[in-house]
């Protein structure tokens, strides 16, 4: 089953799991059970890496698909714990760092214990109205745990290279809105998982289907790098998140991808120039089933497609993306909708893939 009630549900599940890059086992230990329990595909592990891969067989057909969707999000990693138990950190991925000060943080200590923050920095009545101008930096900045000394931090397993992330709860606005954070890219996570329902629900496919729920895409990809290496796919697409940034301030021109507009298709970012074959059959498969799709302007941002499509001999490739307002801040915000057909886009793809 598939419907808008469905994809909530897991949205909501998978965005609320702790992730950070390099410490990704709460996601994707939640993925792996989920599909052995629903029994959809012919073989699921996890790699050396953390990698969730996955191996649906063909029937008859020639090409090896893979669809990638990364499991990590961006957060940070505690440098240094003072005396008095505040936390110094470094970002892990990309953070707009203007937004960082005041925000609640969850740190997640092993095994697996969740503990409340709050990032601080040096008060405003004690700064000057020239330091106030400025960008307060992350260095200049802690994570107040409410805790009285170094040794009550270690007690609680806080300790140097512990990993956290914003606080950000999953919410529902109006016109099927959902907020919550890490929706890059557990978007694209609930959609592989729920083409593996389809593909286990209906009529088989020709092609060999392979599923990599990838680690580490926010420092550069990495878990794509072996996992394209091992699953050695002839054809794939990462579906991810892209910036919707269809809100007051931005000219038109600047507008990456709309809400509400269906998939967006690159046709190419820093880290590849899609392949227009596996476009063309994207597009033509979208007008086919009427599809909403739009196709992402040109030149932002990079994904997991530009690790895979220079993997082994070269790989056609291309990246599918829900748009989201607000990636990479402590809450986003998307339609689901737009995951709806972004998992009719990618399931009518794969049943017909045919001449790339
Ligand atoms: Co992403």
Known sequence: MMNIESIKVLQKELSSLIGVSGYEDDVSDFILKKIEKENLVDKAWKDNLGNILAVKEGTNGNNRILLDAHTDEIGFMISHIENKGFLRFVPIGGWDTRILLGQSVVIRSEPGKIHRGIIGSKPPHLTSLNERKKIVEISDMYI????????????????????????????????????????????????????????????????????????????????????????????????????????????????????????????????????????????????LDKIPYQIKKPMYGGTDAGKIHISREGVPSSVVSVPCRYIHSPTSLLKLEDILNTIRLIDAFIRNSANI
Not at 221 to 230: V, W
């Open 144 to 287: 107040d745990v409410g805790m009285d000394s170094k040794e009550e931090v270690v007690k609680n397993n806080i300790v140097i290279g512990t990993t956290g992330t914003l606080f950000s709860p999953f919410a529902e606005f109006p016109n099927n809105m959902v907020r919550g954070k890490a929706f890059d890219d557990r978007t694209g996570c609930n959609v592989l998982l729920h083409i593996m329902k389809l593909l286990k629900e209906g009529a088989p496919v020709k092609d060999t289907l392979l599923f990599n729920f990838a680690v580490q895409e926010e420092i550069g990809g990495r878990g794509a790098i072996t996992g394209a290496f091992n699953l050695k796919p002839t054809v794939a697409i990462a579906i991810e998140n892209t910036t919707a940034a269809d809100v007051p301030g931005i000219k038109e021109a600047e507008v990456p991808a709309y809400i509400g507009k269906g998939p967006a298709i690159t046709v190419a970012d820093k880290s590849i120039i899609c392949s227009s074959k596996v476009n063309e059959r994207l597009v033509k498969n979208a007008e």
